[in-house]
């Protein structure tokens, strides 16, 4: 039972790439969520999804999209990387429908360090 | 910004000393969560309070909730090394949002 899986956990990229971060998870869990970190700012929501193939944004959506097509995987895109989008990503999800009582809490991935040069 | 505010930003204390940590938010919520972070590794669920409930503890950790003032605390008892980590309060809202705070690092001097 491996949770949550980010890929990959480092990337560097200069500004005008784009690039995919994936997030797996094998709980069956119908809530994912993106969250960005950086120093002092806690973490701040960028996009969640209540259920495969629905999305919402979050606090700070914007230069990113993202994509639920199988409830295990939610996707995180940059189309156009910039120096500002330089942090650390965390995936998590929640809510599993047979377990009512357990279902609130996130469970969280490593994280992924992105550089934008 | 929907986000919540904690404070102290960082605190340090003796081991066997209690830490106090306080959190207050903006929106409605339907529950609030403490989420502790050793340094570069992700989250992990410490407890959670529902916004109908006003205190909970687990272990050597007590929360309270004070819907009427958008506020909570985190109360950890006889405090230890290994307690030694970044905490943040997290608001679940009506929309299934999760919204964290920014934080408080604490430090547990042996």
């Known amino acids: 039972n491996a949770g949550v899986t980010q890929t990959p956990k480092f990337r560097v990229l200069k500004t005008g790439q784009s690039m995919t971060l994936l997030c797996a998870q094998d709980?069956?869990?119908?809530?994912m969520y993106w969250y960005r970190q950086d120093p002092g700012m806690g973490l701040r929501l960028i996009h969640y999804s209540v259920g495969e193939g629905t999305t919402a944004k979050g606090e700070v959506p914007d230069g990113y999209n993202v994509s639920r097509l199988k409830k295990q995987n939610f996707l995180l895109g940059l189309e156009s990387a910039a120096p500002s989008q330089t942090s650390v990503y965390f995936c998590a999800s929640s809510y599993h429908r047979d377990r009512v009582y357990t279902n609130e809490k996130l469970f969280f991935g490593s994280g992924t360090q992105l550089s934008v040069l | 910004s929907q986000q919540g505010e904690e404070d102290p930003q960082a605190l340090s204390i003796q081991e066997g000393e209690n830490a106090t940590m306080n959190c207050s938010y903006k929106t409605s919520i339907n529950n609030l969560q403490w989420y502790r972070q050793n340094s570069g590794r992700g989250l992990v669920h410490l407890i959670l309070i529902r916004s109908n409930e006003r205190e909970k503890h687990s272990g050597r950790l007590r929360v309270t909730l004070d819907t009427s003032k958008k506020s909570s605390s985190l109360l950890i008892t006889a405090s230890r090394a290994a307690d030694t980590a970044s905490y943040f309060c997290a608001m679940k809202t009506s929309y299934d949002k999760v919204i964290f705070g920014p934080g408080t690092s604490l430090s547990v001097i042996p």
């Open positions: 709980m069956n869990h119908e809530y």
